[in-house]
């Protein structure tokens, strides 16, 4: 006999009161099942062991607070020796409970179940770190698409189960894709599509100690964070949001030309009228005319800025007009009317 399907009535979900998605680590971890990326050699383990310190002990990571709990690492590449030098290195003593784990079974053979005893002595655990992703994998099963979604199937299940975030360390692919840092993910998208959260490490090179870590997900917005390597740990330098990212490379007579429509509301002309309301002399009319174009629903529409264009005998006429979301006191709210 069939089991009946479940579900929920989308007009109790608009008030039904949800908690908001958690952070292990505030800002830039969410709970939730993530995988770790990067090269050979550029310092992921390094970093996770960091973060399994910093969440032992309920201190910071990469700069941000991190929530205190027990921990596991899967150190199954490691050695106890390499291990323990790591620590020497790292710490003098660690406030919290982390353990190392050196040897467990694949996924197809009853990791998750093992898992499950585990948590079941240890249930104060928070973060399971496992180092790396392919050693828990079944190396004679088929690395399809369906495969590597359903390897993490298993994990996310565990992990919504039992509360518990879970970051795997991956590697990356030796040809580099220059469309995206995220499709550089060893695997196929089954991967990326079923984790929360991909983080991709590249260093500069492998004598730098700098490197760039790069973030996006479900609860994440797309991050960058230039970070380097002292003292044996990763430390944050600067953190760019998406939002950030693209305002750098927006060209800055925009950000002008917005200031001018927001003061004025309405405008119509030429691009060169424009240019020389700006005192802008240094971007050529047809490159203004561009970047309008080409920004206009983006940075244009979300400042509240109308654009259309016309061509005419004599002109070709650049039209703005900025709709204010305010109150002009009158209980209505402008328009762009």
Known sequence: MLEKLNYVDARELLVCPLNRPGFLVEEIIPNGVHMLCGDEK???????????????????????????????????????????????LMTDAIEGKLRLIFKANTLTNGLCDQIHLYLEDHPLTKLIVIDTFQWIRDSSRDCSYA???????????????????????????????????????SGTKGLIGAVDTTYILSKESDESDRATLYARGRDLIYTEMAIRFRDFRWELIERKTQEQLRREKTPPVLFQLVDHIKTVKRWEGTATEMLAELGETEVAANVFSKYVNQYRLSLLLDEGIEYSY????????????????????????DSCA
């Open 42 to 88: 550029t310092g992921k383990s390094w970093m996770m062991l960091d973060l399994c310190i910093s969440v032992a002990e309920g201190t910071e990571f990469l700069g941000y607070p991190a929530q205190q709990g027990e921990v596991a690492y899967f150190c199954l590449e490691d050695t106890l020796e390499r291990m323990q030098e790591r620590l020497f």
């Open 147 to 185: 495969g590597d979604y359903s390897d993490i199937a298993a994990l996310k299940e565990l992990s919504r189960e039992r509360g518990v975030t879970i970051i795997l360390i991956h590697h990356v692919k030796k040809k580099e894709d220059s469309r995206s840092v995220f499709n550089n993910a």
């Open 310 to 333: 016309q061509k005419t005998r004599e002109k070709r006429l650049m039209s703005f007009q900025f709709c204010d979301d305010g109150d002009d006191g009158d209980g209505e709210p």
